[in-house]
T-cell receptor, first 113, second 114 residues
């Protein structure tokens, strides 16, 4: 499983509430990513990290923030959840940032009601 | 931004049949990746292609990197029930430093009837 753990695996939250999703890795990988998966869109990159405290925006970053204060944890925060953020969120990790070596977590299903 | 268009969107086939799907882009890609996603799981890499015209196999799966570098194809021979899932093509995201960022196609949902 490449040592990736996403938590929680499922969450239902109300519109307007803050939500934090956690990606934890045990392999000391430098690169970490957050994607969201929606029907008809495949996976789209939200934010990524290329080291501790080094993060940048991806394709669909509006409404999301991230933090990486230590190598093993990459947190995704929805400051004020909206129904359009109902999705399945995947974390991925990579050692060298090569495209073919990313491993994905099992996903977090988030429902905003 | 970049877009990868996969077709077909879904396929319903009988066990034992061969399957073909493809992925096209309006821009050139230097790497093509094919992933499979089982229900309730994250995507898993099946095949990586790095050179135009390259043909690579992984068991019953064969993928090709198109000559124009704007398309790629995935074939599955003699399908079995465990081939069920969503198949994604992916390539490097454009712009800035790469850092392994990926752009994905919309996916092809494969259903195999026993």
């Amino acid at each position: 499983d490449a040592g990736i753990t996403q938590s929680p695996r499922h969450k239902v939250t109300e519109t307007g509430t803050p939500v934090t999703l956690r990606c934890h890795q045990t392999e000391n990988h430098r690169y970490m990513y957050w994607y969201r998966q929606d029907p008809g869109h495949g996976l789209r990159l939200i934010h990524y990290s290329y080291g501790v405290k080094d993060t940048d925006k991806g394709e669909v970053s509006d409404g999301y923030s991230v933090s990486r204060s230590k190598t093993e944890d990459f947190l995704l925060t929805l400051e004020s959840a909206t129904s359009s953020q109902t999705s399945v969120y995947f974390c991925a990790i990579s050692t060298t940032g090569q495209w073919a070596e990313a491993f994905f977590g099992q996903g977090t299903r988030l429902t905003v009601v | 931004g970049q877009q990868l268009n996969q077709s077909p969107q879904s396929m319903f086939i009988q066990e034992g049949e061969d399957v073909s799907m493809n992925c096209t882009s309006s821009s050139i890609f230097n790497t093509w990746l094919w992933y499979k996603q089982d229900p309730g799981e994250g995507p898993v890499l099946l095949i990586a292609l790095y050179k135009a015209g390259e043909l690579t196999s992984n068991g019953r799966l064969t993928a090709q990197f198109g000559i124009t570098r704007k398309d790629s194809f995935l074939n599955i021979s003699a399908s079995i029930p465990s081939d069920v899932g969503i198949y994604f093509c992916a390539g490097p995201s454009a712009g800035g430093t790469s850092y392994g960022k990926l752009t994905f196609g919309q996916g092809t949902i494969l259903t195999v009837h026993p």
